[in-house]
C-alpha cells in the first residue's frame, strides 16, 4: 500500500515522471517547512544529492526531485511558467488512525496572485491523491472471490 502512494502521488505531478516508489511517512513525523534561502539554492542543493539519497528528473522543463526516505516529491518550475521560480515540496505523512494526507510546502519568488495559483493546483492534485488513496484502500478490505 506504501508504494500505491507514491504512485499516486507521481500520477499527479505536472508532467509524467517514471520514478521509484517511496515508503509513507512515519505518522510522529512532523514535515518542517522549506529552509532554504532561495529556489535557485533549493535546487542545487537538490540535484547535488542525485544518486546519493534522491532521485532527479527533468521533463518538460519541470525539474523533480524525489526523497524516497523522506516520503517527499519537490517540483521545480520550468523557466517561462507563470509563478516561476518556484519549488512546491509534498510529503506524504500516515496520521494517527492511518489517515493519508499530503504536506504542502511552497517557496515561490513569483509574484503573490501567481504564487497563489500555483499553491492551488497543488492542493487539487493533493487532494485526487488522498481520493486515490482512499478508494484503494476501499477496494483492497473488500475480500476476494475464490
Same mark, same amino acid.
Given at each position: 500500500? +506504501? ?90 505523512? +500516515? ?17 503573490? @496572485? ?6 492551488? @493546483? ?25
Amino acid at each position: 500500500m +506504501r508504494s500505491l502512494l507514491v504512485i499516486a502521488m507521481l500520477a499527479a505531478t505536472p508532467a509524467a515522471f517514471a520514478q521509484t516508489a517511496a515508503p509513507a511517512a512515519p505518522a510522529a513525523a512532523a514535515v518542517a517547512p522549506i529552509a532554504d534561502r532561495s529556489v535557485a539554492a533549493a535546487q542545487a542543493r537538490l540535484e547535488a544529492l542525485d544518486g546519493n539519497g534522491a532521485i532527479v528528473t527533468h521533463a518538460d522543463g519541470w525539474t523533480t526531485v524525489n526523497e524516497p526516505a523522506a516520503s517527499a516529491q519537490w517540483s521545480f518550475t520550468p523557466a517561462g511558467h507563470y509563478a516561476h521560480p518556484a519549488v512546491v515540496r509534498r510529503v506524504i505523512v +500516515r496520521r494517527a488512525g492511518g489517515a493519508i494526507s499530503v504536506d504542502t510546502q511552497t517557496l515561490c519568488e513569483a509574484k503573490a @496572485e501567481a504564487c497563489g495559483k500555483l499553491v492551488a @493546483e497543488f492542493e487539487s492534485m493533493n487532494d485526487r491523491i488522498v481520493q486515490a488513496v482512499r478508494a484503494r484502500g476501499r477496494q483492497g478490505a473488500a475480500p476476494r472471490p475464490q
